[in-house]
């Protein structure tokens, strides 16, 4: 099939001031490329300044947006729109609620091709919106279940939303996660003055709802020789901006805390795979890719109650009250109480993935979504 998405900041992950979506964008395509499929993704030019244009297999096609908090993803994901139009695509793929609004035109125009989208998250609970982006990603919501001839939800959370707010099928595929084969070396910690096993971590963009002020503060009432390390950066916007200056000023006095800064590749693997337990504290998320991270690599993840945290860790993590600082220090006290404790829940977190998060699962029940598409 000729498959293209629309949707993602760019490919690869790693170096396209992404996160979530475009891990998951880019671990799909690649994968579809390898099992025979012609894979283009609509990449913007701050993700792809050499203009590559491809990657992996995967066509990559750049086309200009305005790189504004409000514009960026609708600009871009519009223009992708109307080239789509005149490309043969079997598949057009949105990904998100917000670029979702637009799955009407080829839906329209481009009669024989198939739309899906992935509700990845409810992205208007996100802080860094203000209220006409929170009414259009609500809006969003709507037409990523009515535009296209399918959705895909990443957790059952959003599944059954969309099925008891909307009364409509929606697939459920989750996020995936490459399972390590090996522990990775330890060389690296060194740059950070970090031990194996003597830091806990958090790991995400650093944005108002990923809550991470909640780890610090809960963690500076911690005693503990451990230390945290919060992996991580801000984007160009003042939001995350003004959000990161928040964050170091909440550290200040306590020298356990480490900023690592963004970190992908080797190093990555290693601040994950020698880390005694990692800290999620977010109050949005969709299915988190850097928990499922955490958990391939066998670690307990401390994390906030909301439901699609939850339905990921199936008895493997330690959760609290999603806001409650308090919460989380006895969590975390409970945890440091008890290593034996600590590596079992690590090594069934571990099994967790395996089973249930796998890429190559996602993959495979993502084609069989395209495939079905084929009798309607």
């Known amino acids: 099939m000729r498959i293209y998405m629309i949707g993602a900041k760019g ?167 490459d399972i390590p084969k090996k522990l990775p070396g330890h060389d690296e910690l060194g740059k950070f003055g970090l031990q194996p096993d003597g830091y806990f971590f958090t790991l995400s963009r650093f944005i108002p709802h990923k809550a991470i002020e909640d780890a610090i503060a809960a963690f500076k009432s911690v005693v503990t020789d451990k230390r945290l390390v919060v992996i991580g950066f801000a984007g160009p916007n003042y939001i995350e901006q003004r959000y990161e200056k928040k964050l170091r000023a909440a550290a200040l006095g306590d020298e356990r805390i480490v900023f690592s800064g963004r970190q992908t590749g080797e190093t990555l693997k290693q601040l994950i795979a020698h880390s005694y337990a990692m800290i999620h504290p977010s109050r949005s998320e969709g299915l988190s890719v850097s928990v499922l991270e955490a958990m391939s690599y066998a670690k307990l993840v401390i994390m906030s109650d909301i439901p699609e945290n939850l339905e990921l860790i199936d008895h493997s993590g330690v959760s609290y009250k999603s806001g409650d600082v308090g919460a989380l220090k006895q969590a975390l006290d409970y945890v440091l109480a008890d290593p034996k404790m600590t590596e079992e829940r690590g090594k069934r977190a571990r099994d967790s993935a395996v089973r249930l998060f796998s890429w190559d699962s996602v993959v495979s029940r993502t084609e069989a979504v395209y495939a079905a598409l084929k009798n309607i």
């Open 11 to 177: 490919i690869p992950a790693a170096t396209s001031q992404g996160g979530g979506i475009e891990t998951h964008v880019e671990e799909l395509a690649t994968r579809l490329v390898a099992l025979g499929h012609e894979v283009s993704v609509y990449v913007r030019p701050y993700a792809n300044p050499r203009r590559i244009k491809e990657f992996k297999g995967v066509k990559l096609i750049t086309l200009p947006t305005l790189k504004r908090k409000n514009l960026d993803a609708f600009a871009n994901s519009f223009l992708a729109t109307l080239h789509v139009l005149g490309q043969k695509a079997d598949v057009v793929h949105y990904h998100g609620v917000g670029p979702s609004t637009l799955a009407w035109i080829p839906r329209l125009f481009k009669p024989r091709a198939k739309i899906v989208v992935t509700f990845h998250s409810r992205d208007r609970f996100h802080e860094k919106w203000r209220w006409f982006a929170k009414a259009y990603l609500a809006l969003g919501e709507w037409t990523a279940v009515f535009f296209p001839h399918t959705t895909v939800a990443t957790s059952h959370a959003i599944q059954l939303f969309c099925q008891r707010k909307f009364k409509k099928h929606v697939w459920y595929i989750p996020n995936g996660v």
